[in-house]
T-cell receptor, first 114, second 117 residues
Framework: GENVEQHPSTLSVQEGDSAVIKCTYSDSASNYFPWYKQELGKRPQLIIDIRSNVGEKKDQRIAVTLNKTAKHFSLHITETQPEDSAVYFCAATPPDTGRRALTFGSGTRLQVQP | GAVVSQHPSWVICKSGTSVKIECRSLDFQATTMFWYRQFPKQSLMLMATSNEGSKATYEQGVEKDKFLINHASLTLSTLTVTSAHPEDSSFYIC?????????????FGPGTRLTVL
C-alpha cells in the first residue's frame, strides 16, 4: 500500500518568513495530493491540493509543487502569519479503483513566531 | 463544498461499554465513507472503508469485531466501538467524497473525541 513520509516534524519560523514542508510517497499510481491544516481538536481543513497532471499550483500565499519522477511534493507558505500556526498534513490517494482513502503523512507542527 | 456531520462530538464512557458514532453526509449521497483514528500528536490513520449496502473493508490490524461499521443508507455510516477500553480513547473522524461531482476532494466530519475511563 501507499506510504507517505513527511518532514520536518516541527518547524519554527519568524512571522513574514517562508515555510516549506516536504513529503514523499511510494505508490507511483497515486494521483491526488492534498494538504491539510489541522488545529487542535478540529477536523483537517483542506488548504490546497494538486493532481498528478500538474506540476505546481498556487493560491495566494500557499503553493504546492509535485515531482512525479521523484515521487515527492512540497507545501510552500510565504509571508507566514501567527494564524498559520497549526499542524499540517500531506496526503496521497490512488486512482479511483474503489478505494479512495487518503494516506496521511506524519504531520508537521508549524509555529510562527510574532 | 459538501457537509459531513458527526455525532456525538465527544463521549466519555466506562471501560467495557459500547459507543456508537454516527457520520452523516448532509447534502450529498456517499456510497463510500472512511473512518480514521487519530491519537494525540499523531497522524490520521485509516481504520476502515464503509461501503453502502455491503461489508466494510478493514485495514490491517483493526479488529472488525471490535469496531463495527454499518453503512445502512447513502447518507449514514455508523462506527460502534464495542467493549471499549482506555486504549481505544482517541479522536475518530469520518470522511466522504472523493468521487462523482466532488472530484477527488474528501470532506471530513468534525470528529468525535472518545475517552474511555
Amino acid at each position: 500500500g501507499e506510504n507517505v513520509e513527511q518532514h520536518p516534524s516541527t518547524l519554527s519560523v519568524q512571522e513574514g518568513d517562508s515555510a516549506v514542508i516536504k513529503c514523499t510517497y511510494s505508490d507511483s499510481a497515486s494521483n491526488y495530493f492534498p494538504w491539510y491544516k489541522q488545529e487542535l481538536g478540529k477536523r483537517p481543513q483542506l488548504i490546497i491540493d494538486i493532481r498528478s497532471n500538474v506540476g505546481e499550483k498556487k493560491d495566494q500565499r500557499i503553493a504546492v509543487t509535485l515531482n512525479k519522477t521523484a515521487k515527492h511534493f512540497s507545501l510552500h507558505i510565504t509571508e507566514t502569519q501567527p494564524e498559520d500556526s497549526a499542524v499540517y498534513f500531506c496526503a496521497a490517494t490512488p486512482p479511483d479503483t474503489g478505494r479512495r482513502a487518503l494516506t496521511f503523512g506524519s504531520g508537521t507542527r508549524l509555529q510562527v513566531q510574532p | 463544498g459538501a457537509v459531513v456531520s458527526q455525532h456525538p462530538s465527544w463521549v466519555i464512557c466506562k471501560s467495557g461499554t459500547s459507543v456508537k458514532i454516527e457520520c452523516r453526509s448532509l447534502d450529498f449521497q456517499a456510497t463510500t465513507m472512511f473512518w480514521y483514528r487519530q491519537f494525540p500528536k499523531q497522524s490520521l490513520m485509516l481504520m476502515a472503508t464503509s461501503n453502502e449496502g455491503s461489508k466494510a473493508t478493514y485495514e490491517q490490524g483493526v479488529e472488525k469485531d471490535k469496531f463495527l461499521i454499518n453503512h445502512a443508507s447513502l447518507t449514514l455510516s455508523t462506527l460502534t466501538v464495542t467493549s471499549a477500553h482506555p486504549e481505544d480513547s482517541s479522536f475518530y473522524i469520518c470522511s466522504a467524497g472523493g468521487a462523482g461531482g466532488f472530484g477527488d476532494e474528501q470532506f471530513f466530519g468534525p470528529g468525535t473525541r472518545l475517552t474511555v475511563l
